[in-house]
């Protein structure tokens, strides 16, 4: 098939539009038929950019008895009756960014938008009776029952994370909005609520306790996103021509894709799923780029890590995580773990049945690395400064300048501004993991994950750089702890090839940065 002939839903998010304009579709309509048939009150979190608003729109298809949309698909086999409900879609994603007045003059837009259909009563004034009055008279002028679909109902939230007073006020007009929701119980045939965040539960839908959470659920984990038997049974033709323009096999692409976009696990029985986002952009520019991270990172989650006491090192291998966790509210947990879970940024890894316990980790390298240059821009309020930096010393360890290499960290680490950092030894680890982190996006890096390991170890196409690190110590001190360790055995194999080189660097908290290093080639 001609690539120019495969039509990629970027940024097409309406179920209509896709079917209509024979866009790329992965059948996903056989859930939301099993959800239709066995609960009235649904909640699903799942990150940003994984497809919660095109499940949405479906949802609203099917309710709304487009049967002509399905015919072909799982539903239009399932599905033996279609009835025309009233649906109330509101997609709250278009209130980011609002105060509190803003907030409920958009409410009040949406609100108008369905008034134009169903009539108004002047006696309802608040933005929870106009909603009541709606659905009562939708109900008594179709005959049917209605559907509310309420996709990131949480999106005006989490602007506002980190300022608990506006936090509050704002969360409060939410709660009153969807209010009435579990009054109107014998008006409403289904209710289907997504987000990031699960502290709704706990505070918005408090009141809703036959909210049925989906998220964890494993016949659910692969209803957003896409799983590796999707891919490969229905994309095929895609990573064919992906592997051509990379001039790779098919295999290989496979093998790439999956590196790289992989990963996902929503409860511990999950299958592999692939961020649909970046795999879809991958496929249509037919090249490995970071493309979930070009939406950007939310603020408050980075400005939450940047203040709390968790080591970034370790997000790579959190482990002893209790189910209990990931339903813990924001708004009284002061561990961003969940939240990390929630956005996607860390993923499910492991579980130990016998403890209940989750290991959680980054899903795949896009992730790693794109999160990594988040957390690093968070140390210099340059953010273009870490990309710049991890690029340019890249090349002089490429072309065997490592002196170049270090005056270009210590020039880095000058920069960070003095109120941004805390002089602990810590502070620098971190730094030093993140650069190191970032270099592997280029060659083959790792950082010190084990006692008995050095610091850093680089591979460049000719040489093999084993680094260690000490604060407030000696150049000197660093060299002679990877003979004393033996940090250069394991490379040793190595040096028929390609030049062994130790790198003893200290670290002074007195100037903030690099103060002194030694080379030594074996």
Not at 259 to 265: E, L, S
Request: with cysteine; net charge negative; proline share 3%.
């Amino acid at each position: 098939m001609d690539a120019k002939r495969i039509r990629y839903p970027i940024g097409v998010q309406t179920f209509e539009k896709i079917i209509e304009g024979d866009y790329l579709y992965i059948d996903k309509t056989g859930f939301i038929h099993d959800l239709a048939m066995n609960y009235s009150y649904v909640f699903l979190s799942r990150p940003r950019r994984f497809g919660k608003s095109l499940l949405s729109s479906t949802i609203h298809s099917y309710f709304e008895g487009e049967k002509e949309l399905f015919e072909g698909l799982e539903a239009g086999r399932l599905k033996k009756e279609w009835t025309r409900h009233p649906v109330f879609h509101f997609d709250m994603s278009t209130a980011k960014h609002c105060d509190e007045e803003q907030l409920t003059g958009e409410i009040s837009l949406k609100l108008s938008k369905y008034e134009t259909v169903y009539g108004t009563d002047e006696h309802e004034v608040g933005i929870n009776q106009r909603l009541e009055g709606l659905i009562h008279r939708a109900v008594e002028q179709t005959g049917d029952k209605a559907v509310i679909i309420i996709d990131e109902y949480d999106a005006p939230l989490l602007d506002v994370m980190n300022d608990r007073d506006r936090l509050a006020s704002m969360r409060q007009i939410m709660r009153n909005f969807y209010s009435p929701i579990k009054s109107l119980d014998p008006y409403l045939r289904f209710v289907f609520i997504t987000g990031i965040n699960k502290f709704a539960q706990l505070s918005i839908f408090s009141e809703l306790n036959n909210l049925q959470n989906i998220s964890m659920m494993p016949k659910y984990s692969a209803i957003c996103g896409i799983s590796q038997s999707e891919l490969e049974r229905d994309m095929s033709e895609s990573v064919n021509i992906l592997a051509d323009k990379q001039g790779i096999s098919y295999e290989e692409a496979l093998g790439q894709l999956k590196y790289n976009y992989d990963g996902y696990h929503f409860c511990h029985e999950s299958e592999d799923i692939y961020n649909p986002f970046s795999l879809i952009k991958c496929l249509d520019a037919q090249d490995f780029g970071s493309y979930w991270f070009e939406t950007g990172t939310p603020t408050f989650l980075v400005e939450w890590l940047m203040r709390s006491h968790i080591d970034e090192t370790a997000l790579d291998r959190m482990s002893s995580i209790p189910a209990a966790a990931f339903d813990i509210s924001p708004e009284i947990s002061n561990s961003p773990l969940p939240v990390l879970y929630q956005t996607g940024y860390l993923t499910i890894k492991d579980y130990d049945s016998r403890t209940k316990l989750y290991t959680l980790g980054y899903p795949n390298e896009e992730v790693r690395i794109g999160f990594s240059q988040c957390l690093l821009a968070g140390y210099n309020r340059d953010t273009s400064a870490g990309p710049i930096f991890v690029a340019q010393f890249f090349t002089a360890m490429d072309n065997g300048d490592i002196n170049e290499a270090l005056t270009l960290l210590q020039s880095f680490m000058a920069g960070i501004p003095y109120d941004l950092e805390n002089k602990t030894e810590k502070h620098y680890q971190t730094i030093i993991y993140l650069v190191y982190t970032l270099l592997g996006y280029y060659i083959k890096a790792e950082v010190k994950s084990s006692v008995g390991r050095a610091d850093a170890v680089c591979r460049t196409k000719d040489s093999v750089y084993v680094f260690e690190f000490k604060v407030d110590g000696s150049a000197e001190q660093a060299l002679r702890q990877i003979d004393e360790k033996g940090y250069l055995i394991p490379y040793r194999f190595e040096g028929e090839t390609k030049r062994l080189v130790k790198v003893g660097v200290n670290i002074s908290t007195a100037t903030r940065t690099v103060d002194s290093w030694k080379v030594v080639e074996e």
